[in-house]
């Protein structure tokens, strides 16, 4: 494939994962229009991008507003032309959507400092519902809509192993990423006479912002959630960034991928596969 031809836009682009997607496409030659809610975490990012020699220019744009999205979509098409590639990155979790422990215990209902199932607030866990699944599905109907007919086009959506294995306590955050998977699929039936590719990538457990206090003590050593984790994942051990290339750049190659549609790749050392016996 000839890299130096495509465009990337990539959304949750000033995130260590998505950040690095970026990097790695633009090393490759292709052009990367980065986009963060904060324009100074993609400035950072496409900065980087431009240090190595490569072509990157940041945006802001949330991907709950149509209005921005509208008016960034335009902005992207005058600077870049056409786009190629659409990654929807942007998402995550919210501590208010959490449980605290992760089976229910009846003394739970009794103890104020314990947010148990039927404490959860519905308007946090419509919060994480909005930033991870109508995020996507926002971002898509606005820019999908121009790499109709495009050859190569494809989108991935980002997805997560909690979609596949829902997560103890992370009830809103594993749900909402099974609505991606569930839209990724439609979505590649919709169009897949129109030669755009829909495809997901599901990371396993890797170490992030997000997920740092999730995973690691003040100290930082490795939780009892943590040893759980490593333990159910055959390769014992967390994901590195650099885990995700392979699957990213695969999907991206029509040439290499382009008669997969409707997947949802799995990069987690295993743990999907291990029944845990």
């Known amino acids: 494939m000839e890299w130096n031809k495509k465009v990337a836009v990539i959304t949750g682009a000033g995130g260590v994962l998505l950040s690095a997607y970026a990097k790695e496409l633009a090393s490759k030659g292709v052009r990367i229009a980065v986009l963060s809610r904060e324009l100074k975490h993609a400035q950072r990012a496409a900065d980087e991008i431009i240090t190595a020699g490569n072509v990157a220019k940041a945006y802001g744009c949330d991907v709950l507003d149509k209005g921005s999205l509208i008016k960034t979509e335009e902005q992207i098409y005058k600077d870049f032309g056409q786009y190629h590639i659409l990654i929807n990155g942007a998402g995550g979790n919210m501590p208010n959507a959490n449980t605290t422990n992760e089976t229910f215990t009846p003394n739970d209902l009794n103890n104020p400092k314990v947010r148990s199932f039927f404490s959860l607030d519905s308007n946090e866990i419509e919060k994480v519902f909005s930033v991870n699944f109508l995020g996507t599905f926002l971002v898509t109907q606005i820019f999908a809509k121009r790499m109709l007919g495009v050859k190569g086009a494809v989108i991935i959506n980002f997805s997560s192993m909690a979609a596949q294995c829902p997560m103890t306590k992370v009830l809103g955050y594993s749900a909402s990423k099974a609505a991606i998977d569930n839209f990724t699929k439609w979505l590649a039936v919709h169009f897949a006479e129109h030669g755009l590719r829909v495809n997901a990538i599901a990371p396993g457990f890797f170490l992030t912002n997000q997920n740092k206090t999730l995973l690691t003590n003040p100290d930082g050593s490795l939780t009892e959630r943590s040893h759980k984790i490593i333990n159910h994942t055959p390769m014992r051990r967390f994901g590195q960034v650099d ?23 799995a990069v987690d050392g295993g743990f999907h596969a291990y029944s845990g016996v």
Not at 243 to 265: K, P, Q
């Open 243 to 265: 885990d995700l290339f392979g699957a990213l750049s695969w999907l991206c190659d029509e040439e290499a991928s382009g008669f997969v549609t409707g997947s949802i790749i």
